[in-house]
């Protein structure tokens, strides 16, 4: 019986391919999704079109947070560079103090480092000077002197010319004082005259000379002062 059915349906076929191959596509065009004007797929262009759109969604919201995590980090970056430039600066103002305070002691150790070795030989330097008071009177004197007494002074005079040679390249330079206007930053009044015949206050008498090493004072001169009569101060 299953063979006559068999038989049947292929009589059918041959008889009817037309209308076999019609139903054929039917199906066939209900099992398939449809298609738009543009070729798409109906279906599968509303999912895309979902996911596209929930992808844009997360994108945006990611590029927002990113942003302002790398706006966070710069305002960071931006305070940390103004601290260690700020910091620089004091560092590297420090350092030229200290460079140029360096520089200065350094010349200042060479320009009066022998200072202390002068103020004592000063002492000495006077008890030569005041051996020889007046070296040009004592040259004459030795013109007239003999023996053994005129090779003596010519000695102390020829080694206070030397000693003083010595101090004066090293720096030493005496204080002028007689006759000179009294200074109270170089000069030490241990007399004060009043006389008539000054204006200002000058220096009469030396009693201990002063010195400077370069410009710095080592020790004032010990004088007496001439000092104006209050009647010639009124008149001025």
Do not use: W
């Amino acid at each position: 019986m299953i063979e006559e059915i068999n038989n049947s349906a292929e009589n059918y076929t041959k008889k009817n391919p037309n209308s076999v191959n019609e139903s054929a596509r039917q199906s066939a065009s209900n099992a398939e999704p449809t298609q738009d004007a543009s070729g798409e797929i109906e279906g599968e262009s509303e999912i895309s079109k979902k996911s596209n759109g929930d992808k844009s969604d997360v994108n945006a919201d990611y590029s927002s947070e990113n942003d302002e995590k790398c706006g966070n980090e710069l305002d960071e970056l931006k305070a940390l560079a103004a601290e260690n430039y700020d910091r620089f600066m004091r560092v590297s103002a420090d350092y030229d103090n200290l460079r140029r305070r360096s520089e200065k002691e350094r010349k200042d150790l060479l320009r009066y480092g022998n200072e202390n070795l002068f103020k004592e030989l000063l002492p000495v330097f006077d008890s030569f000077q005041k051996a020889i008071p007046n070296p040009e009177l004592q040259e004459e004197a030795d013109t007239q002197a003999a023996g053994d007494s005129d090779d003596f002074i010519k000695g102390m005079i020829l080694i206070l010319k030397q000693l003083s040679d010595v101090m004066k390249r090293n720096g030493l330079e005496e204080i002028e004082s007689i006759g000179a206007k009294f200074d109270p930053n170089y000069h030490q009044a241990i007399q004060r005259i009043e006389s008539a015949e000054v204006e200002v206050e000058t220096v009469k008498d030396e009693f201990v000379k002063g010195y400077l090493l370069h410009d710095r004072l080592i020790r004032p001169a010990m004088v007496s002062v001439l000092v104006p009569t209050p009647e010639k101060e009124g008149s001025n």
